[in-house]
Structures are given as C-alpha cells and as structure tokens.
C-alpha cells in the first residue's frame, strides 16, 4: 500500500482509526514474489467476512501488475469459511500479461485448505462509446440516519456486540428506506434494497486502495434483497446464510471515502439460493461498478 493510502484528514478520531484499520488490513505482507499473507482481525466472529478475503486476494492480484492497468473485473468463490484470527496466505498466478490485458488468478490458503479463489482482469484504459443505466432518485445520504442510530432509535441501545461492531465499522451505511422489524411490515415488498455506502475516514490517493475497499464493503449488504421479502434485516435470523460467489465489473473511476449509492434486487430465490445484483452509483450518477452475487440459504436449525 502506498504511503499517499495514510494521508490524513480533519475529522473525528474514531471513524479515522476505522478508515486505518481497513487500510491495513488490505495492506498484505509480501512473503514472496508471488505469494501474500493478511491477517484477518478477531472480533469472535464465527467466520472471516467474505468481503474481507475478496478485497485482500485482489490486493494480491493487483500488487503483482505494474499499476498502470487499473482492475475491470473479478470472479470469485468462497469455498469454506475462514477462520478469525488465523493469517490467510494469497498465491497468486500470473496467468496473461497481454497488449490491453493483464489477468491474475488467486488462490486463498488458509491452514492448508483453499478458502477462496479469484480470477481478476486488468484493463489498459481506452477511449470507446458510453450509455449506462440512469441512478434512481433517492433521498440523498445527509438526509438519512446511519445504521447504528436507526437501530438504537429501534432498540433503546445496541447490545454489546453490536456497540463493538458499530464502533469498528469502517463503512457509514444508511439504508435509503426505513428499517422495517416485523414480518407483518413485509407483505408485499420487493425483494429491492438500496444503501449509501461510504468510508468512515480517508484511504488515500491509491485508486487499487478504493476498488478493494468497495469490493470489501460489496459483501456486506448485497444479500439483503433476497431476505428482505422474508425476514426483517436486523433481529433474529431464520436462515443460516452464506456467500457462494460474488463478480464485479469496474466502469469508471471512483472513491470509496466518497457517498456511492448501492442500489440491490434479488431476480430470483430457489433451491435454498439467492441471486443478488447490484449497481453502484457515485454522486454524480455515474454507474462506477456492478456486482452479481448468489448467496446459500438454508433454514436455520
């Protein structure tokens, strides 16, 4: 990671100490030429978060090209759960170095076993013809409270666990609808979500620092569509959940420590699958990135 990754900014403490703690942790350790290890932070989680393992395995793809091809896209599986506290070690194989491409596969070891596995491609800029999709009119984020106050407006006041997590958080999340809590506010919702996403405090001038930051924080409420027709979002979970795979598609430039709208829908729920897609948007309504994801459902106990 670069040292332009530390630069600081006027702000509160805390968020600033979250902002690091991302950066660091998707700042690896070089062991060899094409070989990286991260460590992953022990909060008594039941298993490492996705994202995590995502951001820090493109960290490793992208550290082993010469940087001037920024990232296009990536594919990735999670194949079992890591576990917290446990370093994991990233392989990664150059595969093509071409023309306008350049294509990396990494493979993610945790303890022996392979936990995760990502192929990324890199793309020599060009000029070319543009459309998007146009972004939803939504509230903007100012308007919106964070996660942590809406669910302690709800709660009184968040139980330990949840205060530690909040606190360590290094993304403000704010749902652009009202959370709802009960089955009976469900009846006949879409399976539609949207969130504004930003990081807590500054990441620098590194664009590879931003895409593996929002490819951190693409895990985190992506899956939301797909419950929200079910169950509410926070409170008791009927179903063990898990991420089975997740792509991305990089369109333009973008910062992480600026607001991007997620806007999320779920096509389609069988087989104890969920399919989620996302599109993010900065605030200038520029389509930045776009996420596919299927996620494993399956009723708890």
Not at 157 to 182: C, N
Not at 212 to 237: I, K
């Amino acid at each position: 990671m670069s040292e332009t990754a530390r630069t600081d900014r006027s702000g509160p403490k805390a968020p600033a100490d979250a902002a690091e703690r991302l950066v660091d942790l998707l700042d690896l350790e070089r062991i060899e030429e094409n070989i990286f290890r991260g460590h992953s932070p022990d909060e008594s989680l039941q298993r490492v978060f996705g994202g995590q393992v995502a951001g820090q395995a493109l960290v490793a793809a992208g550290r082993t090209t010469d940087g001037k091809r920024p990232v296009h896209s990536l594919h990735a599986y999670f194949l079992r759960p890591g576990r917290p506290g446990v370093p994991i070690v990233y392989q990664v194989e150059r595969v093509r170095d071409g023309r306008s491409f350049t294509t990396r596969r990494v493979v993610a070891v945790q303890q022996g076993r392979t936990i995760f596995n990502l192929t990324a491609s890199f793309h020599r800029g060009e000029p070319g013809f543009e459309h998007q999709l146009p972004m939803p009119e939504v509230p903007d984020p100012e308007s919106l409270p964070k996660l942590a106050d809406e669910l302690r407006e709800h709660l009184g006041s968040l139980p330990e666990p949840l205060e530690r997590m909040a606190r360590r958080q290094p993304f403000d999340i704010r749902y652009v609808e009202r959370l709802r809590w009960s089955r009976e506010e469900l009846r006949g919702v879409d399976p539609r979500s949207a969130v504004w996403m930003r990081a807590v405090g500054p990441l620098g001038d590194d664009p590879l620092v931003h895409t593996c930051a929002v490819t951190y924080a693409s895990d985190m409420t992506l899956l939301d569509a797909v419950r929200l027709p079910v169950e509410p979002l926070w409170g008791p979970r009927g179903f063990d959940m898990a991420s089975l795979d997740h792509a991305m598609w990089f369109h333009r430039p973008f910062r992480a420590d600026e607001w991007l709208l997620y806007q999320q829908e779920s096509p389609v729920a069988s087989g104890a699958r969920g399919l989620a897609r996302g599109l993010l948007y900065d605030r200038r309504g520029r389509l930045v990135a776009s996420v596919m994801q299927e996620g494993l459902f399956r009723t708890a106990g």
